[in-house]
Nanobody
Framework: QEQLVESGGGLVQAGGSLRLSCAAS????????MGWYRQAPGKQRELVAT???????NYADSVKGRFTISRDNAKNTVYLQMNSLKPEDTAVYYC??????????????WGQGTQVTVSS
């Protein structure tokens, strides 16, 4: 069964860094866009960063210059390097990807989420 599994969240002090990873597994023929979203308590889920299969990236204004998204197509994995973390970055971070299954149909998948907590 296809799934996205995140790892790398945790507790860090303001100004610190964390690296999130998300690996896609299952009968995947191809992966198109991959991305990271986050949801803070009491707020809507918001886009953090996305990356296409060709490597084009897009970032939320709030993380530009601090976060870097990358991917390893051979490993079906997307990463989010987060530097200069701020307390307002505290949220559950979710991985998202468009997966081509069985060579015929595209499906959008979400990971289970990983908690990132930044203390002041």
């Amino acid at each position: 069964q296809e799934q996205l599994v995140e790892s790398g969240g945790g507790l860090v002090q303001a100004g610190g860094s964390l690296r999130l990873s998300c690996a896609a597994s299952g009968s995947i023929f191809s992966i198109n866009a991959m991305g990271w979203y986050r949801q803070a308590p009491g707020k809507q889920r918001e886009l953090v960063a996305t990356i296409t299969s060709g490597g084009s990236t897009n970032y939320a204004d709030s993380v530009k210059g601090r976060f870097t998204i990358s991917r390893d197509n051979a490993k079906n994995t997307v990463y989010l390097q987060m530097n200069s973390l701020k307390p307002e970055d505290t949220a559950v971070y979710y991985c998202n990807a468009d997966l081509l299954l069985h060579g015929t149909s595209w499906f959008n998948y979400w990971g289970q989420g990983t908690q990132v907590t930044v203390s002041s």
